[in-house]
């Protein structure tokens, strides 16, 4: 039996299945006996406890992992919740049943934001579950213990979870929801843990199954054969001795060099992509900086934050975006607006535009970072329609003494006129996740699309072609971006489209790196041509593998 889902990553995992335990039967719709104040009490102390056992488990893990954490530990103890548990309680609900309402009703109206927002009403959840856990004096639901390694199987894994596995335990994860942006995805590809989400949410494997579990394909084959495991475990051997092989730059067999970069939400992420042989930054997404703020950052405040960043890389190129807001990412501070479709509303640079102090605040922190550092700073614009669009942002960039201004591909529209756009700006980058969402005209949120959201589209792959010959031709670099990079096999074909460099999530860079280095330019020009001519995403994958 095999089942199908997202992969997350390049690993390969043969183990056994331990399930994740269902969370909570929902608490009975009963009223208590009459006594409010102990069953507040009863609340708040519970409340207390599930902080104090996530505070210690933040205390146990690192980096992103802790963040999360930290952000459920705000959610656990949030004023405007507790009002709502007590008013529940006062008009005689039990503790536990107003919590898990009052919770419930939260977590409602993140998912009717849709995009982030939804995606946090995972956490939220989370954290429910743990309070009334407390409140009923079972233990908590949580990672399976297990002596020997195991392939965890869950529903969706919450960031508590996620944060604390143990890397010597878990081979893999599988997951029945989620998807490529939910928790356990980025969790799992920022600590290289092969992961497949999305299963679907019958799927369901007996306890102790062995499984192997195939992230490039999304494949989990259920009970395999003794063949299929010694395939796997050869792949996992040949992927053990890629990661030790010594760091070199990015280049194809026959020397053509392909720069590989990394994409980056924080500067703390940066001695991570130094390590891994990043060569640079590609993406530097600045609204990762301010998501939670309320008012926009100062300039001095985004000045210290890029200074570090730039900092890490003398020398080197380092391209930052201005803050892509809207959509998935909205700042409260540039999108106030109800907006039916986000995704197609004030967004990336049209939301800039409209705020224009914002705008010039970042760019003017940018140019007080390029001018002490020694990093070759680039500066770009998100979701840029046009050559209207990419002449403003380059002459507003430019006016303010930074060196190298040019715009993302993430629009149509912009590959179409790509010729008008190379002779405007400094460089392309390309964001295959938007330019996918926007030509295929498939939200890239949404879980039912998502067979959709395939950057090997012949679509996309003719417009970034469009992009690539712009860029030669007018001997302006055009660099990729989106998660696209971070698929070898891809990111061979981006390469013989025009693609001058990659960038991707520090973990991938390894495995692209490896794969690079076994075509010539000539056979990646190849690859490209069979992909451009398939008629379906598969197609294109089956025909640049045939090539
Ligand atoms: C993209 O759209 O491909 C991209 C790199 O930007 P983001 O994923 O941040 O929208
Ligand atoms: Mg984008």
């Not at 693609?499 to 860079?509: D, E, V």
């Given at each position: 039996m095999e089942l199908h889902g997202v992969g997350v990553g390049r690993g390969v995992?043969?183990?056994?299945?331990?399930?994740m335990p269902e969370p909570l039967p929902e608490p009975a719709e009963q009223r208590h006996g009459g006594d409010a104040t102990a069953e507040k009490a009863a609340v708040e102390s519970a409340v207390a406890a599930a902080a104090a056992e996530l505070q210690e488990r933040a205390g146990r893990a690192d980096g992103a992992g802790r963040e999360v954490i930290e952000a459920a530990i705000q959610m656990a103890q949030d004023p405007m919740l507790a009002d709502d548990v007590s008013a529940r309680i006062d008009a005689g609900s039990t503790g536990e049943r107003a919590v898990f309402e009052a919770f419930r009703s939260f977590q409602d109206q993140l998912i009717a934001l849709g995009g982030y927002m939804a995606e946090r009403a995972a956490d939220l959840g989370d954290v429910s579950q743990r309070i009334i856990a407390q409140l009923r004096g079972v233990p908590v639901p949580g990672v399976p213990e297990s002596d020997t390694p195991f392939v965890l199987m869950a529903r969706d894994l919450a960031p508590a979870d996620t944060a604390l596995l143990d890397l010597n335990k878990v081979l893999g994860l599988i997951t029945r929801d989620g998807g490529p942006t939910s928790h356990?995805?980025?969790?799992?590809?920022?600590?290289?843990?092969?992961?497949?989400?999305?299963?679907?949410?019958d799927a369901s494997i007996d306890e102790g199954t062995r499984v192997v579990l195939d992230a490039a394909s999304g494949v989990v084959t259920v009970d395999p054969t003794d063949a299929q495991v010694a395939d796997a475990e050869a792949r996992i051997a040949e992927r053990a001795a890629q990661a030790?092989?010594?760091?070199?730059?990015g280049a194809l067999a026959d020397g053509t060099k392909v720069p590989l970069l990394a994409n980056l939400g924080s500067p703390k992420d940066a001695a991570n992509a130094v390590e891994l042989g990043a060569e640079g930054v590609g993406l530097f997404r600045t609204e990762f900086l301010f998501l939670d703020a309320q008012t926009a950052p100062t300039v001095e405040d985004q000045q210290a934050q890029y200074i570090e960043l730039l900092k890490h890389f003398p020398g080197k190129k380092?391209?930052?975006?201005?803050?892509?807001a809207g959509a998935d990412k909205p700042l409260s501070f540039l999108n106030d607006a109800h907006e039916e479709n986000p995704a197609l509303g004030l967004r990336g640079l049209r939301a800039l535009r409209a705020k224009i102090q914002i705008l010039h605040d970042q760019l003017?922190?940018?140019?007080?970072?390029?001018?002490v550092t020694d990093a070759d700073l680039w500066v770009m614009a998100p979701m840029v329609a046009d050559a209207e669009e990419t002449q403003f942002f380059v002459e507003y960039g430019k006016n303010l003494g930074l060196h190298t201004v040019g715009v993302m591909a993430e629009v149509p529209s912009l590959a179409?006129?790509?010729?008008?756009?190379?002779?405007?700006?400094?460089?392309?980058?390309?964001?295959t996740n938007d330019l996918t969402q926007y030509t295929l005209a498939a939200d890239r949120m949404l879980g039912t699309v998502a067979a959709y959201q395939d950057p090997w589209h012949p679509a996309v792959l003719r417009l970034v072609k469009l992009l690539g010959d712009a860029g030669a031709g007018a001997g302006k670099p055009v660099g990729i971006c989106g998660e696209a990079a971070a698929d070898p096999q891809l990111a061979v074909v981006l390469v013989g489209l025009g693609?001058?460099?990659?960038?991707?999530?520090?973990?991938?860079?390894a495995d692209v790196r490896a794969e690079l280095a076994t075509v010539t330019l000539e056979q990646a020009q190849a690859k490209a041509v069979a992909a451009l001519a398939a008629t379906t995403a598969a197609g294109a994958r089956e025909a640049a593998a045939a090539a």
């Open positions: 995992a043969v183990g056994r299945v331990l399930t356990t995805a980025i969790l799992a590809r920022s600590k290289s843990i092969p992961a497949i989400v999305g299963v679907g949410a030790a092989a010594p760091i070199t730059d380092v391209v930052v975006r201005a803050l892509d003017q922190a940018l140019k007080n970072a390029q001018d179409v006129v790509a010729d008008q756009v190379v002779q405007l700006s400094d460089f392309v980058s390309i964001g693609a001058t460099t990659l960038s991707m999530t520090p973990a991938a860079l």
